[in-house]
Nanobody, 125 residues
């Protein structure tokens, strides 16, 4: 499976962006998918994840209440709606999907087998 993340850009603090993660090749309809981010000089960290059906989601505390993860399996796409953005949200955002079907969404990087190339989000103060 190949994942293509898009939708990043430059936005002012308090603004919004919607990231998309489009899959090609193998379907992701039966697999949990997550969003991670990596700021300059920092390790990659978990942001949000969603199970295969969209019925279960998990979020990092730092984005809870501001970000929403969703999916459209017919379009093989997972979204990350980001509202009330802060300068500390600046990072390259990656989407990733698991290789084992029907699992609950996980915040652990090591549970994800396929990664997209990342999209840069810059939030100015």
């Amino acid at each position: 499976v190949q994942l293509q993340a898009s939708g990043g850009g430059l936005v002012q603090a308090g603004g919004s962006l919607r990231l998309s993660c489009a899959a090609s090749g193998r379907t992701i309809s039966y697999y949990a998918t997550g969003w991670f981010r990596q700021a300059p000089g920092k390790e990659r960290e978990f942001v949000a994840a969603i199970n295969w059906s969209g019925s279960s989601t998990v979020y990092a505390d730092s984005v809870k209440g501001r970000f929403t993860v969703s999916r459209d399996n017919a379009k093989k796409t997972v979204y990350l709606q980001m509202n009330s953005l802060k300068p500390e949200d600046t990072a390259v955002y990656y989407c990733a999907t698991e290789g084992t079907p029907l699992r609950s969404p996980s915040p652990r990087l090591e549970d994800y087998d396929y990664w997209g190339q990342g999209t840069l989000v810059t939030v100015s103060s």
